[in-house]
């Protein structure tokens, strides 16, 4: 079993700056693809960034030039280095990561969740 654990939100005023951080730890033989979604009250849990095993990212058109995803693959490790934060990003952050195990079966797995707020 893989879990996710992330960490590093909290409240911060508009324009400040977090970063947060998602730990995986059990059984991993191989990770294709790790990112972040977000989840705000009354909506959809929408991607807001992606890392691919090759090094590739990808951003929501809402956070492009101000979040960075980055990664500790020795370690396990996936961040979002969240700058110029404003209210409309206040969500539960929701780390992700994608696995395949050595008869090629892929599997998702999900962290709990961390609270990000912005407000003045």
């Known amino acids: 079993q893989v879990q996710l654990v992330e960490s590093g939100g909290g409240l911060v005023q508009p324009g400040g700056s977090l970063r947060l951080s998602c730990a995986a730890s059990?059984?991993?033989?191989?990770?294709?693809?790790m990112g972040w979604y977000r989840q705000a009250p009354g909506k959809e849990r929408e991607l807001v960034a992606g890392?691919?095993?090759?090094?590739?990212?990808n951003y929501a058109d809402s956070v492009k030039g101000r979040f960075t995803i980055s990664r500790d693959n020795a370690k396990n490790r996936v961040y979002l280095q969240m700058n110029s934060l404003k209210p409309e990003d206040t969500a539960v952050y929701y780390c992700?990561?994608?696995?395949?195990?050595?008869?090629?079966?892929?599997?998702?797995?999900w962290g709990q969740g961390t609270q990000v707020t912005v407000s003045s």
């Open positions: 992700n990561v994608e696995i395949s195990t050595p008869d090629w079966s892929v599997f998702n797995y």
């Open positions: 059990g059984t991993i033989f191989s990770i294709n693809g």
């Open positions: 890392l691919t095993s090759g090094g590739s990212t």
